[in-house]
């Protein structure tokens, strides 16, 4: 299964897209900007989120979800 896709909000411009493997694991990622609504290659932003910090988000978002 899997390839489940949370989305979060990353400052003002962009959307993260982050596709969840089927334990919730980060498989893969998207950052999209909502202004253009244009797939950001990550090579082309300095502050990029990296794999590990997609994981860090959507595990921290988990956590505070339902609080």
């Known amino acids: 299964m899997g390839s489940f896709v949370r989305s979060f909000f990353v400052g003002r411009e962009f959307e993260l897209y982050a596709h969840l ?4 694991e980060v498989v893969g990622y998207e950052l999209i900007c909502v ?3 244009r797939k950001v ?4 932003l300095a502050d990029a989120p990296d794999q ?3 994981e860090a ?3 921290e978002r988990n ?5």
């Open 57 to 59: 988000l959507v595990h």
């Open 41 to 44: 290659n990550d090579g082309l």
């Open 52 to 54: 590990a910090d997609v």
């Open 63 to 67: 956590a505070t979800r339902w609080r």
């Open 35 to 37: 202004v253009t609504g």
């Open 21 to 24: 493997g089927e334990h919730g």
